[in-house]
Nanobody, 122 residues
């Protein structure tokens, strides 16, 4: 599975972005998909994940209510809608694909995209 993340950019505080992660390969719907982010000088952290069917979604407490993860299995793509962006959301956002049900740790994912940079100006 190869993952290609896109959609990052420079936005003002309070703005919105939609990140996309397109997957190549087969059986996309069998993978848990997740988003992580890494801010400058910090470790990569879990942001959100979604089950293979899309029925289950999971979020870090810091983004609940502002971020929405969803997927389109027909398009082999997972999305992260980010609203009410804050300067502390500035980070490189990575998408990952995991073959099992666990989702909150980097080690739960078998494949990673290259990351897309989100910069929020104050």
């Amino acid at each position: 599975v190869q993952l290609q993340a896109s959609g990052g950019g420079l936005v003002q505080t309070g703005g919105s972005l939609r990140l996309s992660c397109a997957a190549s390969g087969r059986n996309f719907g069998s993978y848990v998909m997740g988003w992580f982010r890494q801010a400058p000088g910090k470790e990569r952290e879990f942001v959100a994940a979604i089950s293979g069917s899309g029925a289950g979604t999971f979020y870090a407490d810091s983004v609940k209510g502002r971020f929405t993860i969803f997927r389109d299995n027909a398009k082999n793509t997972v999305y992260l809608q980010i609203n009410s962006l804050q300067p502390e959301d500035t980070a490189v956002y990575y998408c990952g694909a995991g073959r099992y049900s666990a989702y909150s740790l980097q080690g739960d994912y078998d494949y990673w995209g290259q990351g897309t940079l989100v910069t929020v100006s104050s």
